[in-house]
């Protein structure tokens, strides 16, 4: 028998999260509630994107076009 055969795992284990995800700090930005906008747009534009970027790429790996807030919640949580 050959040792070539890996486990099997989870897809949620393959998702190749975005780098930022290692620094802790940034993720507790980014997972925070959203202020409002008018606090400081740019802020606000820049998280805004990245999770639209996020769920899209996240979207396309899984190659589906529809989730859930809990499968969003369960998936990008540290």
């Not at 040792?3 to 975005?18: A, E, F, G, M």
């Not at 997972?31 to 747009?41: I, K, Q």
């Not at 639209?52 to 540290?78: H, V």
């Amino acid at each position: 028998m050959s040792d070539h055969t890996s486990p099997t795992k989870n897809i949620n284990d393959l998702y190749p999260y975005p780098p930022c995800w290692q620094d802790d700090a940034r993720v507790q930005v980014l997972l925070a509630p959203f202020h409002d906008r008018s606090v400081n747009a740019e802020s606000y534009d820049a998280k805004m994107k990245f999770w639209q970027d996020t769920i899209r790429e996240y979207c396309l790996f899984k190659g589906k076009a529809n989730f859930s807030k809990n499968e969003l919640r369960l998936n990008f949580s540290k």
